[in-house]
């Protein structure tokens, strides 16, 4: 059976700043296939929930969104929640303290 997904307020907030950025810098085109590009990523993970490779923190799995994002998420009994959406060229450091809170695997 499918496991429900859940964003965590983090998340939503990283995945509105992302897209706020595309909308400022970009194109409406760009944003459209940024969207699409999460949701086919989203699809897969529920798919293939350890279809991505571990970030070698507890339950926690990284993915990438094409072309410079990671969609950072966490393998419960009962949903998939989705920790954060962050652009590497803008987000590197923050990612890695975010993965440096989890206990290791």
Do not use: C
């Amino acid at each position: 059976m499918a496991k429900a997904v859940r964003w965590t307020p983090k998340a939503i907030a990283t995945y509105i700043d992302v897209l706020s950025y595309l909308r400022e810098k970009w194109t409406a085109r760009e944003e459209q296939r940024f969207v699409d590009e999460v949701e086919d990523t989203i699809r897969y993970i529920v798919m293939f929930p350890k279809g991505f490779r571990s970030t070698g923190h507890a339950r926690l799995r990284e993915a990438p969104v094409k072309p410079y994002n990671i969609l950072l998420y966490r393998i419960d009994r009962s949903a998939i929640i989705i920790i954060g959406l962050f652009d590497m060229r803008r987000h590197p450091k923050y990612l890695k303290q975010l993965k440096s809170r989890w206990k290791k695997a």
